[in-house]
């Protein structure tokens, strides 16, 4: 069935904020209601389907570059669900969207959280699940809010959006997302060092926000007192003109408005984190091919193995030969592993830990792994571009788990330039 009425649920502390809206036409749609409801929703409350909003802090978003499409690019994307998250794969709730593909590659949006959310956070909209529940981090908001505006489509700008509770931020380069995170206003007070902290760590990989665009006037003027160039970041005019005629404050309901241009088809993203359960079985049938073609190659190397095996028993010099080729395969652009193991071990910070180290056919390495503090993954990265023959830049730095257990996972690109 086609929907035409979806209801935006955003819960702040204990209470409810619902934004009721109705489908109109490809320019937008209708607000039916918005209002907040401090003692919790019911079901006479909303006709239609319903989503909750999850604050990016409570959830994984990573950009992943993509060589691939089509089914290989699903597979890819199903990889990346079972592994480097900070929760059980089996727990997991996940969704991805292509934001963009051109060149040869593609450019996904890939989020996650943890199903133990419904134990805790997401318990008061449980019994609306019948309904189709979807869950949608906030930052698809904040994005369509951005876009919205006009600002996300080129150029590279950072957005921020700051509320009593909590406060978000992402940055987004010719409409695609590159850096997001989001905090709680008690665990992060000081939203200004915030946002000061995230654009000089992505100034170091060489991404600068030509503007800075925030809902809260206040946070501009001190930005501008650091010499950021700022922008205030609002809703188009007849969007809050029906919020305001529906009782409510736009600025209380902006980006519950950015999730409901995405649900209506009108925005660029669209995330379900909730979609992986509908998906389960065709995600494991992917996940047993996969398996199948694994355990096929797993097969073909070990006959290749044998032939192998029997030609050093018939001719000694081909085996001798082979034994060189082989051995030429355990170095990298002209290092051993050993040594690049070494080099890289030589910039890692005490309070990083290196998960994953890797290579592809070009010689270029991916290291993943999680730092106790933001500051240690830039010095991470520092340290690498000091090294002699090599140069790194940062993919994604995500924060994970909540309070005293916080950590920032992140992944890095390792180019080795030569020897110096």
């Known amino acids: 069935m086609f929907e035409k009425n979806f209801n935006i649920v955003e819960l702040v502390n204990g209470s409810a904020r619902l934004l009721s809206v109705r489908r109109k036409d490809k320019s937008g749609f209708h607000v039916l209601q918005a209002a907040e409801y401090p003692s919790g929703l019911n079901k006479a409350l909303m006709r239609g389907a319903v989503t909750v909003m999850l604050p990016r802090e409570n959830c994984v978003i990573r950009t992943l570059e993509l060589k691939t499409e089509g089914a290989a690019l699903q597979a890819e ?38 199903s133990d959310l419904f134990k805790s956070f997401l318990k008061p909209v449980q019994p609306f699940e019948k309904q189709g529940l979807s869950i949608v981090p906030s930052t698809i908001g904040l994005f369509e809010l951005l876009r919205l505006g006009g600002a996300a489509a080129n150029g590279t700008c950072m957005a921020v959006y700051l509320s009593k509770d909590r406060f978000e931020l992402l940055v987004s380069r010719n409409g695609v997302i590159i850096f997001s995170r989001g905090a709680s206003v008690s665990e992060e007070p000081d939203a200004s060092a915030a946002v000061k902290a995230a654009a000089e760590a992505l100034a170091v990989t060489g991404i600068i926000s030509e503007k800075i665009l925030s809902n809260s006037p206040e946070l501009n003027a001190k930005l501008e007192k650091s010499g950021m160039k700022t922008a205030l970041l609002s809703l188009p005019p007849e969007l809050a003109a029906g919020l305001k005629s529906a009782g409510a404050d736009p600025g209380n309901f902006a980006l519950c408005a950015g999730i409901a241009s995405a649900l209506t088809g009108h925005g660029a993203l669209k995330l379900n984190l909730n979609s992986n359960r509908a998906q389960e079985g065709r995600s494991k049938d992917m996940l047993a091919i996969l398996k199948k073609a694994g355990f096929a190659v797993s097969a073909l190397f070990l006959a290749l193995t044998a032939i192998l095996f029997f030609m050093a028993k018939s001719a000694e010099k081909q085996a001798a030969e082979l034994r060189s080729g082989l051995s030429s395969l355990g170095g990298l652009s002209g290092r051993a592993w050993s040594r690049v193991l070494v080099d890289v071990s030589k910039a890692v910070p005490s309070e990083v830990i290196l998960n994953e180290l890797s290579s592809d056919n070009k010689g270029d390495l991916t290291a993943r792994g999680s730092s106790a503090t933001r500051q240690g993954v830039t010095v991470f990265l520092e340290n690498l571009n000091k090294l002699p023959g090599y140069s790194a830049e940062l993919a994604f730095a995500n924060d994970a788990g909540t309070g005293a257990k916080l950590a920032v996972q992140f992944q890095m690109k390792i180019r080795q330039r030569g020897e110096k």
């Open 77 to 114: 994307v199903l990889n990346e669900a079972e592994e480097g998250l900070p929760f059980e794969k089996e727990k997991s709730l996940w969704d991805s969207a292509v934001m963009s593909s051109a060149g040869g590659k593609t450019d996904v949006l890939f989020s996650a959280a943890s």
